[in-house]
């Protein structure tokens, strides 16, 4: 795969797409890091590779102005910044997580529906709650609203793939929230314990993980009635621009908020006061 993605850089250095592909593929192997089969951290090395994805990326977004090339160029610049905090918060905590996202230019944003997302996401989960998300998109969306733009600074938002796979970002978090059973029951013990509806259903069905439907998000642990936001109170502006622009972003978000919707009909208001009833699957 190395050998493939740097030939078609070589064969035409302005192949926007290919230095995208260059760039996903870094991020990729920075994301490899994290099964830890070395002995040894090498966080020097991590962020290495995470700095020629960045590399790569900006140099596609470049050659690639004004198209989808360059506005997925852009986002998964931002997620390499997320997966270098990902790295600093494993080594340092979630102190030096935000530091690594204060980093990042404030001329490089996620696209609106994005952040959009991000923002809609945790406004959702209870105070003081833990967030399990579900892929890249969702995952670096809740981390910039999170980290690099201050959101919501009572939550933890960690992917759940990476907590059933990655000990060693496990064990620093479990060491954060001062507990030691990594189960989502223990954790819904003394906090809300929040999924994604990232995820086709919520994780972990079991009788003694009970999940609660709420607007965006599946809830189970400790959550009081002041924590539940409204469902007509999520605002829908920048999807609504999205669809209407044809953005690059707009079907991934969409389905998701489609999975929310058949979860939670009572979404539907928020998403009939911006005219998205219909791409969303209201009736």
């Given at each position: 795969?190395?050998?493939?993605?740097?030939?078609?850089?070589?064969?035409d250095?302005?192949?926007?797409?290919?230095?995208?592909?260059?760039?996903?593929?870094?991020?990729q192997?920075?994301?490899?890091?994290?099964?830890?089969?070395?002995?040894?951290?090498?966080?020097?090395?991590?962020?290495?590779i995470?700095?020629?994805?960045?590399?790569?990326?900006?140099?596609?977004?470049?050659?690639?102005?004004?198209?989808?090339?360059?506005?997925?160029?852009?986002?998964?610049?931002?997620?390499?910044?997320?997966?270098?905090?990902y790295?600093?918060?494993?080594?340092?905590?979630?102190?030096?997580a935000?530091?690594?996202?204060?980093?990042?230019?404030?001329?490089?944003?996620?696209?609106?529906?994005?952040?959009?997302?991000?923002?809609?996401?945790?406004?959702?989960?209870?105070?003081?709650?833990?967030?399990?998300?579900?892929?890249?998109?969702?995952?670096?969306?809740?981390?910039?609203?999170?980290?690099?733009?201050?959101?919501?600074?009572?939550?933890?938002?960690?992917?759940?793939d990476?907590?059933?796979?990655?000990?060693?970002?496990?064990?620093?978090?479990?060491?954060?929230?001062?507990?030691?059973?990594?189960?989502?029951?223990?954790?819904?013990?003394?906090?809300?314990?929040?999924?994604?509806?990232?995820?086709?259903?919520?994780?972990?069905?079991?009788?003694e993980?009970?999940?609660?439907?709420?607007?965006?998000?599946w809830?189970?642990?400790?959550?009081?009635?002041?924590?539940?936001?409204?469902?007509?109170?999520?605002?829908?502006?920048?999807?609504?621009?999205?669809?209407?622009?044809?953005?690059?972003?707009?079907?991934?978000?969409?389905?998701?908020?489609?999975?929310?919707?058949?979860?939670?009909?009572?979404?539907c208001?928020?998403?009939?006061?911006?005219?998205l009833?219909?791409?969303?699957?209201?009736?």
């Amino acid at each position: 795969m190395r050998a493939s993605v740097w030939a078609r850089v070589a064969a035409d250095s302005t192949d926007g797409a290919a230095w995208l592909d260059v760039g996903r593929y870094y991020l990729q192997l920075g994301a490899d890091y994290h099964a830890h089969k070395k002995p040894v951290v090498d966080t020097v090395l991590a962020h290495a590779i995470l700095d020629t994805a960045q590399q790569a990326l900006d140099r596609s977004a470049q050659l690639s102005t004004g198209t989808r090339t360059a506005d997925s160029a852009r986002v998964y610049r931002v997620y390499a910044v997320g997966e270098q905090a990902y790295v600093d918060w494993e080594s340092g905590g979630a102190a030096a997580a935000t530091l690594a996202w204060h980093s990042l230019p404030e001329s490089l944003r996620l696209p609106p529906v994005l952040e959009e997302l991000g923002e809609n996401l945790l406004r959702a989960c209870p105070h003081q709650g833990i967030l399990f998300t579900a892929s890249d998109m969702d995952t670096q969306a809740a981390w910039y609203l999170r980290f690099g733009r201050g959101l919501r600074p009572d939550l933890v938002v960690v992917p759940l793939d990476r907590w059933r796979t990655d000990s060693v970002l496990r064990n620093r978090v479990l060491r954060e929230l001062k507990t030691r059973d990594p189960s989502l029951r223990a954790l819904g013990q003394t906090r809300a314990v929040c999924a994604s509806m990232g995820f086709e259903r919520a994780p972990e069905q079991r009788p003694e993980v009970k999940w609660t439907k709420r607007p965006l998000v599946w809830v189970s642990g400790k959550e009081t009635k002041a924590d539940r936001v409204p469902p007509q109170d999520f605002a829908f502006a920048a999807l609504r621009l999205a669809v209407d622009e044809h953005q690059t972003w707009t079907a991934p978000v969409t389905e998701l908020y489609r999975r929310a919707v058949s979860n939670m009909s009572g979404l539907c208001k928020a998403f009939e006061t911006f005219e998205l009833g219909n791409e969303v699957g209201c009736r």
